[in-house]
Nanobody, 129 residues
Framework: QVQLEESGGGLAQAGGSLRLSCAAS????????MGWFRQAPGGEREFVAS????????YYPDSVKGRFTISRDNAKNTVYLQMNSLKPEDTAVYYC??????????????????????WGRGTQVTVSS
């Protein structure tokens, strides 16, 4: 069982920055793919970023590529999302998620929210114009 807790959300102006953190419980954090997803009111849960268990590989959708950076510190059981050049359309509840990294896998497991097993409660990010 993995428990996840997000922090760092809040209000930012367009063009500003925020850094989200996600603290994970459990001894096997370094065996998990970690992801960030977001959900705006009335919208579906959307992939934002993911990182492999060893941090060797990261993935982003085009909507955030070049602006957001995911990283992890396996010694601290924590994953981060640095968000720069924020836009009003980034406004959403941001969720941290985790799943075990299998030996063989396809790209979809890094991006599809239905493949993640553990979720935090989310943190609100609001970007004003």
């Amino acid at each position: 069982q993995v428990q996840l807790e997000e922090s760092g959300g809040g209000l930012a102006q367009a063009g500003g920055s925020l850094r989200l953190s996600c603290a994970a419980s459990g001894r096997t954090f370094n065996n998990y793919i970690m992801g960030w997803f977001r959900q705006a009111p009335g919208g579906e849960r959307e992939f934002v970023a993911s990182i492999s268990a060893t941090a060797r590989t990261t993935y982003y959708p085009d909507s955030v590529k070049g602006r957001f950076t995911i990283s992890r510190d396996n010694a601290k059981n924590t994953v981060y999302l640095q968000m720069n050049s924020l836009k009003p359309e980034d406004t959403a509840v941001y969720y941290c998620a985790a799943r075990a990294q299998p030996r063989y896998y396809t790209l979809s497991i890094f991006q599809n929210p239905s493949t993640f097993d553990y979720w935090g409660r989310g943190t609100q990010v609001t970007v004003s114009s």
